[in-house]
């Protein structure tokens, strides 16, 4: 069972905000990893660092989950629980969180579950499943493409 636990990342809704990058087994993070993936996230910038730890933490919500997101990527796990990740971000930012960096993601070999209420971002997903009274199911054809439609636009119909 530690092994499977082993295999998963995860970034809360409601998460710690850890400090110190951490790679594969709790060894020392990929510094190339790390300085890739401070790029993607456009936290270049915003970001101290003292060899693995960030010394800066007072950033903004959307900021801590970049945070957070890059020391995920850092452990270098097969799969990534990603839980409500994108409503911190700002439009432009989330907009480059389904279209680049998800399929980034994908093309490293990562599976990832990207929990999201956000319909207008659905047809990025390779499966769209819902989670209804206590049941997971999987979305296709007309229902998937239903889920796709903006909420709104649904009400007025």
């Given amino acids: 069972m530690e092994a499977f636990r082993a295999r998963f990342a995860s970034v809360f809704t409601d998460f710690h905000q850890f400090d110190q990058a951490m790679g594969p087994e709790g060894l020392s993070a990929d510094p190339q990893v790390i300085d890739t993936w401070l790029e993607r996230l456009q936290m270049q910038h915003k970001l101290q660092w003292e060899g ?20 995920a990527i850092a452990e270098k796990r097969d799969v990534l629980l990603l839980d409500e990740w994108a409503a911190d971000q700002d439009p432009q930012f989330r907009r480059l969180f389904y279209r680049e960096l998800l399929p980034h993601l994908k093309a490293m070999g990562k599976t990832v579950f990207a929990i999201s209420h956000d319909d207008s971002y659905f047809i990025h997903a390779d499966r769209l499943l819902e989670m209804s009274k206590g049941q997971l199911s999987e979305l296709k054809g007309e229902q998937r493409a239903r ?3 903006d909420a709104v636009a649904q009400i007025n119909t």
Avoid: F, P, Y
């Fill in 52 to 71: 693995d730890r960030v010394v800066n933490t007072q950033l903004s919500q959307g900021q801590r989950k970049r945070l957070a997101l890059l020391l």
């Fill in 147 to 149: 889920a796709s439609e």
